[in-house]
């Protein structure tokens, strides 16, 4: 079965810019969540959706938006970016919501000059 | 108060020795899941073991095995017979299960090195 996959892998964007970063779950898997890691904060939780429903949210400003499609994928948006956004961002999936295990894709870099 | 601590940025262990990473947590919640992540230089993180908040026993991945102490809100990490491949971050993660969807909080991580 393949793994989580994640587009692109490397990204460089300028201030002010958007972006949007894809996301395929495993197959089967219905629910997505999306991590931003950086060296000062680490791993910090961004969104969770399940069947095309954000069902919580981390503490980010509203520049930072997803959305999930009836096929379990997921994207995720940045408008207007800073020079902080530069992060490994990171998709997970998992069969549900519930304490199920969550398999990471292989993230995407982003950096913003 | 931090959701997650993992209070050893570094550890060295000698191949074929076991080590202990330690990690606490702190919640409210009576359900909640702990995990345990690998993430090499290459930057992919990679699933190693799960404990359920009700599961009864400690949770056991070939050379992965989770000491849950609950009373002391701890869930180590014991890594078995350790190999150079062993050598990466290693972060403890924990899901809380909310009504309205569930929360993650990730420690910091510790650097896990073998020594040859």
């Known amino acids: 079965k393949a793994g989580v996959t994640q587009t692109p892998r490397y990204l460089i964007k300028t201030r002010g810019q958007q972006v949007t970063l894809s996301c395929s779950p495993i197959s089967g898997h219905r629910s997505v969540s999306w991590y931003q890691q950086t060296p000062g904060q680490g791993l910090q939780f961004l969104f969770e959706y399940f069947s095309e429903t954000q069902r919580n949210k981390g503490n980010f400003p509203g520049r930072f938006s997803g959305r999930q499609f009836s096929n379990s994928r997921s994207e995720m948006n940045v408008s207007t970016l800073e020079l902080g956004d530069s992060a490994l961002y990171l998709c997970?999936?998992?069969?549900?919501?519930?304490?199920?295990?969550?398999?990471f894709g292989p993230g995407t870099r982003l950096l913003v000059l | 108060a931090q959701k997650i601590t993992q209070t050893q940025p570094g550890m060295f262990v000698q191949e074929k020795e076991a080590v202990t990473l330690d990690c606490t947590y702190d919640t409210s919640d009576p359900s909640y899941g702990l995990f345990w992540y690998k993430q090499p230089s290459s930057g992919e993180m990679i699933f190693l073991i799960y404990q359920g908040s009700y599961d009864q026993q400690n949770a056991t991945e070939g050379r992965y095995s989770l000491n849950f102490q609950k009373a002391r809100k701890s869930a180590n990490l014991v890594i078995s017979a350790s190999q150079l491949g062993d050598s990466a971050m290693y972060f403890c993660?924990?899901?809380?299960?909310?009504?309205?969807?569930?929360?993650?909080?990730f420690g910091t991580g510790t650097s896990l090195t073998v020594i040859p």
């Open positions: 997970a999936s998992s069969l549900s919501v519930s304490q199920e295990t969550q398999y």
């Open positions: 993660a924990m899901r809380e299960i909310m009504n309205t969807g569930n929360q993650f909080y």
